[in-house]
C-alpha cells in the first residue's frame, strides 16, 4: 500500500512569492492535514481537510491556505512569503478524524525562503 | 502557550538499557494521547497511543503510561537498541471536547550508543 507522497521535496522561494504544495494520502484515507515544523518549534497544526471540506484550523495568517479535491488529494498554499515561512511541511493523511486516531505522515516539503 | 512540553530535549542510553522518555500537558481536556518517532529525512511515524480511560498500552518493546492527575505520560522502551535513536513525538487532541486539533511537542532527541 502506498504512503503519503508529498510534492516536491525540497522548494526555494523568494520574499513576496507564493508556492503551492501536494500532497496524495493513502487509498481510502479523507482525512488530510498540514503541519509547520520549524527547528525547535515542534509540528504546528494548519489544518485539516475532511472529504473536501476545511474542517479545523491552527493558528495561521490568512496567507496559508488549502483545499482538498474529490480524490481526496491535498494542496497547501501559502501566498506572499517571508522569511520565517521557511520550514519543513508535513502533510498526514487518516481514515476519519485527526484527532483521534493516529495519522500517517508523508516525507514533507523543504520549503527555503531567501 | 505549550500545552504539550516534553522538556528533555535529548536523551543519551546505552543499548539494552530502559530509554524513558516523559511529557507533561496542561489541558485538562485532552483525552488522546499518541507518541510519533521521527528520522531524519522523514515524516514522522506512529508509535503507540492511550486514551485517558486507560494508564497503561503495550505495544512489543514500547509503554505509555498515563497519569491524569499530574497531566504526565511517558514512553518506555525495554531494551533500547541503536535503531531506536531518532526524535520522539508527543501528541494529544481531545476528541471528547470537539477540538480534534492534535497538539505536539517540540520533540526528545534519543541517542542509543551501542
Known amino acids: 500500500k502506498a504512503g503519503v507522497t508529498q510534492t516536491p521535496r525540497y522548494l526555494i522561494k523568494t520574499r513576496g512569492q507564493q508556492v503551492t504544495l501536494s500532497c496524495s494520502p493513502i487509498s481510502g484515507h479523507r482525512s488530510v492535514s498540514w503541519y509547520q515544523q520549524t527547528p525547535g518549534q515542534g509540528l504546528q497544526f494548519l489544518f485539516e481537510y475532511f472529504s473536501e471540506t476545511q474542517r479545523n484550523k491552527g493558528n495561521f495568517p490568512g496567507r496559508f491556505s488549502g483545499r482538498q479535491f474529490s480524490n481526496s488529494r491535498s494542496e497547501m498554499n501559502v501566498s506572499t512569503l517571508e522569511l520565517g515561512d521557511s520550514a519543513l511541511y508535513l502533510c498526514a493523511s487518516s481514515t476519519g478524524t485527526a484527532g483521534n486516531q493516529p495519522q500517517h505522515f508523508g516525507d514533507g516539503t523543504r520549503l527555503s525562503i531567501l | 502557550d505549550q500545552q504539550v512540553k516534553q522538556n528533555s530535549p535529548s536523551l543519551s542510553v546505552q543499548e539494552g538499557r530502559i530509554s524513558i522518555l516523559n511529557c507533561d500537558y496542561t489541558?485538562?481536556?485532552?483525552?488522546?494521547f499518541l507518541w510519533y518517532k521521527k528520522y531524519p529525512a522523514e515524516g514522522p511515524t506512529f508509535l503507540i497511543s492511550?486514551?485517558?480511560?486507560?494508564d497503561k498500552n503495550e505495544d512489543g518493546r514500547f509503554t505509555v503510561f498515563l497519569n491524569k492527575s499530574a497531566k504526565h505520560l511517558s514512553l518506555h522502551i525495554v531494551p533500547s537498541q541503536p535503531g531506536d535513536s531518532a526524535v520522539y513525538f508527543c501528541?494529544?487532541?481531545?476528541?471528547?471536547?470537539?477540538?480534534?486539533?492534535?497538539?505536539f511537542g517540540r520533540g526528545t532527541s534519543l541517542i542509543v550508543h551501542p
Open positions: 489541558n485538562s481536556m485532552f483525552d488522546y
Open positions: 501528541a494529544a487532541s481531545s476528541a471528547s471536547g470537539g477540538s480534534y486539533i492534535p497538539t
Open positions: 492511550i486514551s485517558s480511560i486507560k
